[in-house]
């Protein structure tokens, strides 16, 4: 029998120089959201697969006389289930919720908070805004994940609101597992290649889609001597970015409000390693190769590109593409389930890259002592967000 597990408090997290506030109530109702995601994922969804197994296949496998062939089918049969409705209704209500938290507690002191960034912003180089960018479709068609106002949004000069809430909310979907500053991909991503490629020493660094930085400060603190360029269309979150970078003592980043499908300011093969973090599913099929050109432009011969993303569906059960496929129909995320389905080495191909080159990977994140206590002997497996496998994949340019 296993000793049952303190569940994180949302407290936990590292209040670097520009993140919100949180008062008494507000930490319960962030401690309830997460608490009531990890029920749904460790008690409720168990219970989904019992209803396919022992229910919805056999009533399918009746009509049709066949097994359910495409997550499409799972779906379609799993969605007159009341256990799926239920589970996947109080799913919807929790990204909701978290969104409408967030930004009520952003809200009520975003003054204070635009304040704070702009200390940290004001005639910074190392921050590059551009008003002539536009925000492509894929940004500006949809609420990504439920969230007002998407990345981008501004409501009033220097608005950071939609940053701060994304920041202050990630936990509340990951539970821990991120780490106290919600940077456990980037410090990951670092790990790995000291493991697996310690003479490898970028000096120039390139972060595509960087929202608030979180993945691009432990890139940079791992490589403190690299020149880290972190692009994003989305300027609340760059202003965001930049001063919670700054506010953390990091100062070898310089965010630039950029579209990653040209990124013309800079010259061909300037970048040893471009990186991103859990981008592509919120690319579409006309975005994806033009930035997928644009790496493979600005990376040198010899240089790494990586990225970190949930892994593609081929090779995996109907049943578990069908779950993994829930956020493309119910949480605003349209590009999951046409990305996840992509033949990545064909992309590489398309893209003028060797797609044989291209390797998959777990890069491990190091577990959070500060979230979940110090691991203990003979404690080696994934334990509810405990050293979590991030899914990579990655080429070396030949
Ligand atoms: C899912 S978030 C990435 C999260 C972040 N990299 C992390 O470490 O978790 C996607 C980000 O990519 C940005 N983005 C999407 N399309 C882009 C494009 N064409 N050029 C630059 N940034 C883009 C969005 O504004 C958003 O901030």
Redesign the pocket.
């Known amino acids: 029998m296993t000793a049952a597990k303190t569940l994180p408090s949302w407290d936990v997290l590292t209040k670097h120089g520009v993140f919100p506030e949180a008062n008494h109530d507000e930490v319960a109702r962030l401690n309830f959201l997460t608490h009531l995601n990890v029920h749904l994922s460790a008690s409720i969804l168990p219970g989904v697969k019992t209803a396919f197994d022992t229910q919805v296949k056999p009533e399918f496998e009746k009509e049709h006389g066949r097994e359910p062939e495409s997550r499409h089918e799972v779906r379609n049969a799993m969605l007159k289930h009341p256990y799926f409705q239920t589970w996947s209704a109080l799913r919807r209500n929790t990204m909701e919720m978290r969104q409408q938290a967030g930004r009520a507690q952003v809200l009520r002191q975003i003054e204070n908070l635009v304040e704070k960034v702009d200390g940290y912003n004001q005639g910074a180089e190392s921050l590059i805004l551009d008003d002539s960018v536009q925000?492509?479709n894929?940004?500006g068609s949809v609420d990504?994940h439920c969230q007002p106002g998407?990345?981008?949004t501004e409501y009033f000069e220097n608005d950071v609101t939609v940053a701060a809430s994304y920041d202050l909310g990630?936990f509340v979907t990951t539970a821990g597992l991120l780490g106290t500053l919600?940077d456990g991909?980037?410090k990951a991503v670092g790990n790995w290649l000291q493991d697996n490629h310690p003479e490898f020493m970028p000096k120039r660094i390139l972060?595509?889609?960087?929202?608030?930085?979180?993945?691009?400060v432990p890139l940079a603190q791992a490589f403190p001597d690299a020149e880290v360029i972190a692009?994003?269309?989305?300027r609340p979150?760059l202003r965001y970015a930049h001063a919670r970078a700054k506010s953390m003592g990091v100062n070898n980043i310089t965010f630039i409000q950029?579209?990653?499908?040209t990124l013309s300011q800079f010259e061909d093969q300037s970048f040893d390693l471009i990186t991103?973090?859990?981008?592509w599913?919120?690319?579409s099929h006309s975005?994806m190769p033009?930035?997928l050109k644009t790496i493979n432009r600005l990376l040198k011969t010899d240089g790494l590109t990586l990225h970190?993303e949930q892994p593609q569906y081929h090779g995996m059960g109907v049943y578990e593409q069908f779950i993994r496929d829930w956020d493309t129909y119910f949480n605003n995320e349209p590009y999951w389930g046409p990305m996840h389905e992509l033949d990545l080495k064909q992309s590489l191909n398309d893209a003028g890259f060797n797609g044989d080159d291209m390797f998959e990977t777990g890069v491990v994140s190091s577990v959070d002592e500060k979230i979940f206590g110090k691991r203990e002997a003979g404690d080696a497996g994934e334990d509810y967000g405990r050293a979590p496998v991030w899914n990579a994949f990655g080429l070396w340019k030949r």
């Open positions: 925000i492509p894929n940004v990504i998407c990345y981008y990630l919600s991909g980037g972060d595509i889609g960087c929202t608030i930085g979180h993945n691009a692009v994003d269309v989305a979150s950029a579209n990653a499908e991103t973090a859990m981008f599913h919120e690319t975005v033009n930035i970190l």
